[in-house]
């Protein structure tokens, strides 16, 4: 990397004013590969680019005259210069995309999409379980997907239990059942724990699950037809009667979940590209085995005066670079990057083909994921303009014109107990839900909300009195007059001048009328169909989601934990041992006697009392 000191060359004029001569670090700048960023004079990263040859790339932004306002106005704020020198325009590629990921400039084209996807599991256990898996892959296992979504991947367990009736529960339950659960009384597991299927039974269950999520549905089909009447023949009514049930169920999931390909069982995701009133949309779609799994639709940020192909090759860099690839890219626009396509083949250790060139199943697989990429833009569209509907009517009402980040806060706890606040962000028309905080409250008199509004307002605001965070334009307060006193009593602690108005509950907590408390202790109620109280109202109701959501999971995990220990003669290494042995409290809650001396350290009397004392 070439020295921070040598790139930056600031010159300081009238009022503070910094201009930026770039010829210097230009005529330093090698005829070699790498990745150069631009920083503004407060030393944010604006841009980060890679370079098949620094010089003439980093050189075209100060020479063009026909770039776009966009790229005109970056390069005025433009304070300082930094490059990093690769081996190889793959390597600057590399390096592209994790600063890109990590830094999060201003100027770069960002798809915000940092969630693992799920797959369909089958477990490497005697009597293979069927779950939902999102992480690694573990070789001991069988994989299949990835789905673009988790509703799509569980959609496909529940359809395969109608047809297979495969187990889902955990090893820690399948190993301690003394009879079979709910799902096999209504027809979703055929109950191997208690042996109430055969091995070979339950095996042949699993290979045909296995096809089915190949793709191999005829075979499937072909495979339960041939069982069915030979089943029949032999006068196993029963047996040819489930059969047909199968069959049933089979064509049930042709019919709903699965888009067949009529070819070969390809493994494709296909990429499509819509742009419409300065806004981008690229949907994705995954076919594996031949199969159309779902899609899923991403809105790119800066990308709305951009090429297409400079949008969809920010997206497959961004997207498959440090994560699985199909063998095949199918792309409704030119990538123009043949690096990339180098790349993703070395990191899956196979070719990977990008093609723009479209026939039979994968111009089905295009079309439909162009008209899903359209459809989705013009509904993100619609909402939008909703959304800007909303928040001009609050900056009217509030007579806030530039009003554009708002943050609000919320208590929650029951009785006192297990007490979090949550700070939820709304900015650009959207919630930020990666901007959202949860705060722990601890060392105050339970179910005191004041204390706890205190100390979470103070922890968030105290970052941005040193320079972390940034800086809301308005501040909403769950809560009446009180809860706005200590908020303003807190915004005076940290010196901070921020707009503040709490949102307090209408009569009967009814939605619809709610006051508006400002910190002059006057009280504003909205019309019930106004727009800008629909904001405030979905704004709040966040923020209580938010938090509600995170207070029953930490009230969770603490009342798991104390359960057991409440039990006398149970300490800590005979809690590990039931938790481990079980799975969970809920399985230990479940467990008979007799079950529970199974534990090491466990004797029938102690399980008696764990029994008593859980039920």
Same mark, same amino acid.
């Given at each position: 990397?070439?020295?921070?000191?040598?790139?930056?060359?600031?010159?300081?004029?009238?009022?503070? $004013?910094?201009?930026?001569?770039? $010829?210097?670090?230009?005529?330093?700048?090698?005829?070699?590969?790498?990745?150069?960023?631009?920083?503004?004079?407060?030393?944010?990263?604006?841009?980060?680019?890679?370079?098949?040859?620094?010089?003439?790339?980093?050189?075209?932004?100060?020479?063009?005259?026909?770039?776009?306002?966009?790229?005109?106005?970056?390069?005025?704020?433009?304070?300082?210069?930094?490059?990093?020198?690769?081996?190889?325009?793959?390597?600057?590629?590399?390096?592209?995309?994790?600063?890109?990921?990590?830094?999060?400039?201003?100027?770069?084209?960002?798809?915000?999409?940092?969630?693992?996807?799920?797959?369909?599991?089958?477990?490497?256990?005697?009597?293979?379980? +069927?779950?939902?898996?999102?992480?690694?892959?573990?070789?001991?296992?069988?994989?299949?997907?990835?789905?673009?979504?988790?509703?799509?991947?569980? @959609?496909?367990?529940?359809?395969?239990?109608?047809?297979?009736? =495969?187990?889902?529960?955990?090893?820690?339950?399948?190993?301690?059942?003394?009879?079979?659960?709910? +799902?096999?009384? =209504?027809?979703?597991?055929?109950?191997?724990?208690?042996?109430?299927?055969?091995?070979?039974?339950?095996?042949?269950?699993?290979?045909?699950?296995?096809?089915?999520?190949?793709? $191999? &549905?005829?075979?499937?089909?072909?495979?339960?037809?041939?069982?069915?009447?030979?089943?029949?023949?032999?006068?196993?009514?029963?047996?040819?009667?489930?059969?047909?049930?199968?069959?049933?169920?089979?064509?049930?999931?042709?019919?709903?979940?699965?888009?067949?390909?009529?070819?070969?069982?390809?493994?494709?995701?296909?990429?499509?590209?819509?742009?419409?009133?300065?806004?981008?949309?690229?949907?994705?779609?995954?076919?594996?085995?031949?199969?159309?799994?779902?899609? %899923?639709?991403?809105?790119?940020? &800066?990308?709305?005066?951009?090429?297409?192909? @400079?949008?969809?090759?920010?997206? =497959?860099?961004? &997207?498959?670079?440090?994560?699985?690839?199909?063998?095949?890219?199918? *792309?409704?626009?030119?990538?123009?990057?043949?690096?990339?396509?180098?790349?993703?083949?070395?990191?899956?250790?196979?070719?990977? %083909?990008?093609?723009?060139?479209?026939?039979?199943?994968?111009?089905?697989?295009?079309?439909?994921?162009?008209?899903?990429?359209?459809?989705?833009?013009?509904?993100? =569209?619609?909402?939008?303009?909703?959304?800007?509907?909303?928040?001009?009517?609050?900056?009217?009402?509030?007579?806030?014109?530039?009003?554009?980040?708002?943050?609000?806060?919320?208590?929650?706890?029951?009785?006192?107990?297990?007490?979090?606040?949550?700070?939820?962000?709304?900015?650009?028309?959207?919630?930020?839900?990666?901007?959202?905080?949860?705060?722990?409250?601890?060392?105050?008199?339970?179910?005191?909300?004041?204390?706890?509004?205190?100390?979470?307002?103070?922890?968030?605001?105290?970052?941005?009195?040193?320079?972390?965070?940034?800086?809301?334009?308005?501040?909403?307060?769950?809560?009446?007059?009180?809860?706005?006193?200590?908020?303003?009593?807190?915004?005076?602690?940290?010196?901070?001048?921020?707009?503040?108005?709490?949102?307090? $509950?209408?009569?009967?907590?009814?939605?619809?009328?709610?006051?508006?408390?400002?910190?002059?202790?006057?009280?504003?109620?909205?019309?019930?169909?106004?727009?800008?109280?629909?904001?405030?109202?979905?704004?709040?109701?966040?923020?209580?989601?938010?938090?509600?959501?995170?207070?029953?999971?930490?009230?969770?995990?603490?009342?798991?934990?104390?359960?057991?220990?409440?039990?006398?003669?149970?300490?800590?290494?005979?809690?590990?041992?039931?938790?481990? &042995?079980?799975?969970?409290?809920?399985?230990?809650?479940?467990?008979?006697?007799?079950?529970?001396?199974?534990?090491?350290?466990?004797?029938?009397? *102690?399980?008696?009392?764990?029994?008593?004392?859980?039920?």
């Amino acid at each position: 990397m070439n020295d921070a000191s040598n790139n930056k060359i600031i010159t300081k004029v009238a009022r503070d $004013k910094i201009e930026f001569d770039p $010829k210097p670090v230009l005529d330093s700048l090698p005829l070699l590969p790498g990745v150069y960023r631009y920083y503004d004079a407060k030393g944010e990263v604006l841009y980060v680019g890679k370079a098949k040859q620094l010089k003439k790339r980093v050189s075209s932004y100060f020479q063009k005259t026909n770039i776009s306002p966009r790229i005109r106005l970056m390069v005025s704020h433009i304070a300082r210069i930094e490059t990093t020198v690769t081996r190889s325009e793959a390597e600057a590629l590399l390096l592209e995309n994790n600063l890109i990921k990590s830094l999060k400039p201003r100027y770069n084209i960002l798809f915000r999409d940092d969630k693992s996807y799920p797959y369909i599991v089958l477990t490497g256990d005697d009597f293979p379980r +069927l779950t939902y898996y999102r992480g690694a892959p573990n070789r001991q296992h069988q994989y299949f997907g990835p789905y673009p979504n988790s509703h799509a991947a569980k @959609e496909s367990i529940q359809l395969l239990q109608k047809i297979f009736r =495969i187990r889902t529960c955990e090893n820690s339950v399948f190993n301690n059942r003394a009879r079979p659960c709910l +799902l096999h009384q =209504i027809g979703r597991c055929t109950a191997p724990c208690v042996k109430l299927i055969s091995d070979e039974d339950y095996r042949a269950d699993i290979r045909n699950a296995v096809l089915l999520l190949q793709g $191999k &549905h005829q075979e499937v089909e072909q495979t339960l037809s041939q069982s069915m009447q030979q089943a029949a023949e032999a006068q196993h009514y029963e047996q040819a009667a489930a059969l047909r049930d199968q069959l049933r169920a089979l064509h049930t999931v042709q019919q709903k979940q699965f888009v067949e390909s009529t070819g070969s069982a390809t493994d494709a995701d296909i990429i499509a590209l819509a742009q419409e009133n300065g806004m981008v949309c690229v949907n994705l779609a995954m076919v594996r085995g031949g199969r159309h799994l779902g899609d %899923k639709s991403f809105f790119p940020e &800066h990308a709305d005066d951009l090429p297409a192909a @400079e949008i969809v090759q920010a997206f =497959i860099a961004q &997207h498959y670079l440090e994560r699985s690839v199909p063998p095949l890219l199918v *792309l409704n626009e030119e990538c123009g990057d043949e690096t990339l396509a180098q790349l993703l083949s070395e990191q899956a250790g196979r070719t990977v %083909k990008i093609s723009t060139a479209a026939s039979g199943d994968r111009k089905q697989w295009l079309e439909m994921g162009q008209r899903n990429a359209l459809l989705a833009l013009q509904q993100r =569209i619609a909402q939008q303009g909703g959304q800007q509907r909303r928040l001009d009517k609050l900056r009217e009402w509030l007579d806030m014109p530039e009003l554009q980040r708002i943050e609000c806060f919320d208590i929650s706890h029951t009785m006192g107990e297990a007490t979090q606040a949550s700070c939820v962000v709304y900015e650009n028309l959207d919630m930020r839900s990666a901007q959202y905080r949860r705060y722990n409250i601890t060392g105050i008199t339970p179910g005191d909300d004041y204390a706890a509004m205190r100390q979470a307002l103070t922890r968030r605001y105290q970052k941005l009195t040193e320079g972390e965070g940034a800086r809301p334009d308005l501040v909403l307060i769950d809560g009446g007059l009180g809860q706005l006193h200590i908020a303003m009593e807190v915004m005076q602690e940290l010196g901070l001048d921020l707009p503040l108005v709490g949102v307090a $509950k209408g009569e009967e907590r009814k939605a619809g009328l709610e006051q508006l408390i400002f910190p002059d202790g006057s009280a504003k109620q909205m019309r019930s169909d106004d727009p800008a109280l629909h904001l405030i109202q979905q704004i709040r109701d966040e923020a209580h989601r938010f938090a509600i959501t995170g207070h029953r999971a930490k009230r969770g995990k603490a009342r798991t934990a104390s359960s057991l220990e409440e039990i006398s003669g149970v300490g800590d290494k005979r809690r590990r041992s039931l938790l481990t &042995h079980f799975g969970g409290l809920r399985e230990v809650a479940q467990a008979s006697v007799e079950q529970l001396c199974q534990v090491e350290g466990i004797s029938k009397a *102690l399980a008696e009392k764990i029994y008593q004392q859980l039920h």
